[in-house]
């Protein structure tokens, strides 16, 4: 489970060019914020948007919708360390819930699946796309996320492993 953070602005793949070449961008940075609780295994997605903050309200609001998904099956969400998810609200909201909070150490985004998500979403829906308004911005990235499990399946198959690279032999250099 993570938060992503889409802003209704400029975003450029890659651009050259011999000439001026003038490029249409919307106006305003609006943001559209998704919170995300990524199945590993099925690869769907359940969020919660808005267009204003993620806080303990929506991590709540996510976690409700979960457990109604896994009703007498264990389950464990694995967040970062956002304050908002460590809060007591969250907490106990998940314990009554009977969901497991794992968390992942401070600074690695890398160990979080849906971290590759987020990645792939802008991909699909930011790269040196132009959308007109903001409705129809965030209705491109909540198709992308609503079909993660059947026509993105293919491409997010090889991207949402459950292989981590890992180091055995560990040497530490004292400088």
């Given at each position: ?99 497991e909070l794992l968390y992942l150490p401070s ?69």
């Amino acid at each position: 489970m993570d938060a992503a953070h889409f802003v209704f602005a400029p975003f450029l793949g890659y651009l050259w060019s011999f000439s001026r070449l003038f490029v249409r961008a919307p106006a305003g940075r609006k943001r559209f914020n998704v919170l995300g609780a990524l199945n590993a295994i099925t690869h769907e997605v359940i969020t919660v948007t808005n267009d204003t903050y993620i806080n303990a309200q929506s991590v709540c609001d996510l976690l409700r919708p979960l457990a109604a998904l896994h009703i007498n099956l264990p389950l464990t969400l694995v967040l970062d360390n956002a304050r908002y998810q460590k809060c007591m609200v969250v907490q106990e909201l998940a314990t009554s819930l009977h969901i497991e909070l794992l968390y992942l150490p401070s600074y690695s985004p890398n160990l979080n699946l849906i971290e590759r998500l987020w990645k792939f979403v802008k991909k699909q829906c930011l790269y040196s796309k132009y959308y007109a308004d903001y409705e129809t911005f965030t209705q491109a990235i909540s198709h992308c996320l609503q079909h993660t499990h059947d026509l993105h399946k293919k491409e997010l198959d090889s991207l949402l492993t459950l292989r981590f690279q890992t180091f055995e032999k560990v040497q530490i250099i004292n400088v």
